[in-house]
């Protein structure tokens, strides 16, 4: 079953459940409506509907796209009759496909600011257009403005030049939606115009992968391909979240739709409004998520908080002390409970704040200040190793917990390729079936620190693994770095070496 965005197809019927939407109607299912009724859902959402579809818009766009040569002749014998046929037929039908076409998709959206013509919609819906337009409820059609996209929460914002102001809609409070209140969706799907389903809030805060800063609103509201853009509501009539991708093997609905929170769209529709792009916060971390093992390899009661990998360089938690291995529990007085709430909290963080982050330090809470940076959105790291090369002579070695290690000498670092900077105490070989191997720790991986102690020898690390055997713990928490620098918490096991 794969996630999809709602990206418009060929407008089709499919003969699935009542209520389905045709020819531009608005039909109803039994449980639509703004209060509930005999238990069984809402009553009627006629008079929502009908005093919310004017804000709702269809999105049209168009773009010009090359064509590609995708037809390959079939393999005729030499000199058979066909191959003139042939190659005539393939080269006309090639030709015509590599003519520039024009390609037109369809999405949804919904007014904003009805007096500066402001209306929201997908980034995916209008990516890459070179005419967007804007269709009403009453037949109107006005050409669309780009004023700002974020691709990062797939949240797009155009401007239409009306010759009255428009019926607009206001976005309401996501955070206070709850699992099973009741939500309408208003949307264009598959083309046929104006269309309203009604379904409950199923789940909150998911994280289905499309983004760094995924928060998604679920629902059982029926939505397809062409609502992409168009509002989720509350039965109060207030936007709670803007619908985005459904979950479908066919790119039907089959009861499990995504919307971007309206907490999560106000901050950067206002940025895009303001500046033409998204402005978020930067802390300077690369992080992981912190498992049950790397728990109890830290001696944590819970696995909570965000383990930092690596600081960044003359980045704002460099300059606040903040240090690999620490375990960030708490952001500007909210905890953090898992790894991935943290980039969101710090994102949506204005630029320039000073911040509070308190941080789990070899078992002890730390309270470090830390004055935010603006994240570049377009920042790309570069790296490149050199050629292996044979080594002259081999080092020493030991074995430990299915690694045998070795110290670091010039003839390894050749070897394996390992930048001057890196330092520590290099794996040569991993055990098959070792946790080691489980884990995916690799020859060539070098060893920096063992239960956030620093290594630099075999016998360092024998010795730190000694006492976390004598402390009773079932695992060590490495930090490895790779032949380029990047690093890396691993916990292995060694209840069993």
Not at 126 to 137: L, P, W
Request: charged content about 25%.
């Amino acid at each position: 079953m794969a996630l999809k965005l709602l990206r418009q197809g060929m407008p089709r019927v499919v003969c699935a459940t009542a209520g389905i939407m045709l020819g531009g109607l608005i039909a109803v299912t039994p449980f639509q409506g703004s209060h509930a009724h005999d238990g069984h859902g809402p009553e009627s959402v006629a008079d929502l509907a009908e005093n919310l579809a004017d804000a709702v818009v269809n999105i049209s766009t168009a773009q010009t796209v090359q064509g590609q040569r995708s037809v390959p002749m079939p393999q005729v014998p030499e000199g058979s009759p066909f191959q003139e046929f042939f190659e005539e037929f393939f080269n006309r039908q090639n030709r015509d496909d590599d003519q520039p076409r024009r390609v037109q998709s369809l999405g949804s959206g919904f007014v904003l600011d009805g007096e500066a013509g402001i209306i929201i919609t997908n980034n995916h819906v209008i990516d890459g257009a070179d005419e967007v337009t804007a269709n009403f409820n009453d037949g109107t059609k006005l050409r669309a403005e780009v004023i700002g996209t974020d691709e990062k929460t797939d949240i797009a914002v155009l401007k239409v030049e009306p010759e009255t102001p428009l019926k607009e809609v206001s976005f309401g409070d996501s955070d206070g939606i709850r699992v099973g209140d009741w939500v309408m969706a208003i949307g264009n799907p598959f083309g046929l115009g104006g269309t309203v389903t009604v379904g409950i809030v199923s789940a909150r805060n998911r994280d289905i992968n499309a983004g760094p800063y995924d928060n998604f609103i679920q629902t059982d509201a029926s939505i397809n391909r062409g609502n992409s853009g168009g509002p989720l509501f509350d039965m109060d009539g207030n936007v709670i979240g803007i619908n985005t991708a459904i979950i479908s093997p066919s790119g039907g609905s089959i009861g499990i739709g995504f919307a971007i929170p309206a907490k999560t769209a106000i901050r950067v529709i206002d940025q895009l409004r303001e500046f033409g792009e998204t402005r978020r916060g930067w802390l300077g971390v690369r992080i992981q998520e912190v498992t049950d093992e790397i728990a109890e390899s830290l001696g944590m009661d819970d696995a909570i908080g965000a383990l930092v990998a690596g600081v960044t360089d003359d980045g704002p938690a460099a300059k606040g002390n903040i240090e690999a291995g620490d375990v960030i529990i708490k952001f500007d007085g909210k905890t953090v409970e898992s790894m991935r709430e943290l980039p969101r909290m710090v994102a949506e963080t204005a630029i320039g704040k000073e911040v509070d982050v308190v941080v789990l330090r070899k078992g002890e809470e730390v309270t470090i200040r830390v004055t935010l940076e603006r994240l570049e959105e377009n920042q790309v790291a570069e790296a490149s190793a050199p050629a292996e090369q044979e080594p002259d002579q081999p080092a020493e070695t030991s074995k430990v917990l299915g690694m045998t290690l070795a110290e670091l000498d010039d003839a390894l670092r050749q070897q394996f390729s390992i930048e001057e900077d890196v330092t520590g105490v290099v794996v040569t070989e991993v055990e098959a079936g070792s946790s080691a191997e489980e884990k995916r720790v690799m020859a060539g991986d070098v060893i920096k620190e063992v239960a956030q102690e620093g290594v630099s020898t075999p016998a360092d690390v024998e010795a730190e693994i000694q006492k976390l055997k004598d402390d009773g713990r079932r695992s060590a928490l490495l930090l490895l770095a790779n032949p380029t620098g990047d690093v890396r918490f691993v916990p292995v096991r060694i209840e069993d070496n």
